[in-house]
């Protein structure tokens, strides 16, 4: 079965600082990713998707995502924090079961911005 | 319009109660999920609806009972529920097909936050 491991629960960063948000990808085939973000409160909205047609995958927000296969990684950054990107991030992969699409999801990592 | 609608936005009920969750999108989308969220966890997936037939059910209790009226509506009719089952529920949507795509972006709702007194 397909999964997604987040690399630290919790990632506090400074505004105007780098963000970087980790998630390896176990799966025996090419792997469908996707980055959401969920703020307080709210469902989830996708931030960006890996379909493999390009491995630098830019999304909204400023928010980009690199698909490494050697590395087996999809993280993802941002080159300057904004105090309105503190939220919930999920990393998950897709896959097809009888059929339909089934999204497995990694536990999260809270981004918290520091003024 | 991307937009998926849930309602209500909250619901307290009794462990004897019977109520039901509603959810609503107007994309044309033919695929509709619903997820349940416990308190700093991940989505996890209940059921899935491809074209109004119930495609996934991820041995939910039957305390849960989801219905698919049409392509633009779906349900959850909660029963007989327990305190551990309060949560943030979420329905999504996708596009959706005869063949289902790994590729689709599902859209969410906004959830709507169940506690069982």
């Known amino acids: 079965a397909q999964s997604v491991t987040q690399l630290g629960s919790h990632v506090s960063v400074s505004e105007g600082a780098l963000v970087l948000l980790r998630c390896n990808y176990s799966?025996?085939?090419?792997?469908?990713l996707f980055w959401y973000v969920q703020y307080p409160n709210q469902g989830l909205q996708l931030l960006l998707k890996y379909t493999s047609a390009a491995t630098l995958v830019k999304g909204i927000n400023g928010f980009e995502a690199e698909f490494k296969k050697s590395e087996t990684s999809f993280h993802l950054t941002k080159p300057s924090a904004h105090m309105s990107d503190a939220a919930e991030y999920f990393c998950?992969?897709?896959?097809?079961?009888?059929?339909?699409?089934?999204?497995?999801f990694g536990q999260g990592t809270r981004l918290t911005i520091n003024p | 319009d991307t937009e998926v609608t849930q309602t209500p936005k909250h619901l307290v009920m009794g462990m004897t109660n019977k109520k039901s969750l509603k959810c609503e999108q107007h994309m044309g989308h033919r695929a509709m999920y619903w997820y349940k969220q416990k308190a700093k966890k991940p989505p996890e997936l209940m059921f899935v609806?491809?074209?109004?037939?119930?495609?996934i059910n991820e041995s939910v209790p039957s305390r849960f009972s989801p219905e698919c009226p049409n392509s633009s509506l779906l349900n959850l009719h909660l029963h007989a529920l327990q305190p551990e089952d309060s949560a943030l529920y979420l329905c999504?949507?996708?596009?959706?097909?005869?063949?289902?795509?790994?590729?689709?972006?599902?859209?969410f709702g906004p959830g709507t936050r169940l506690t069982v007194l």
């Open positions: 609806y491809s074209y109004e037939k119930l495609s």
């Open positions: 998950a992969v897709s896959d097809l079961i009888q059929g339909a699409q089934k999204l497995v």
């Open positions: 999504a949507s996708s596009r959706g097909g005869v063949v289902g795509h790994s590729t689709d972006t599902q859209y």
């Open positions: 799966s025996s085939v090419p792997p469908y």
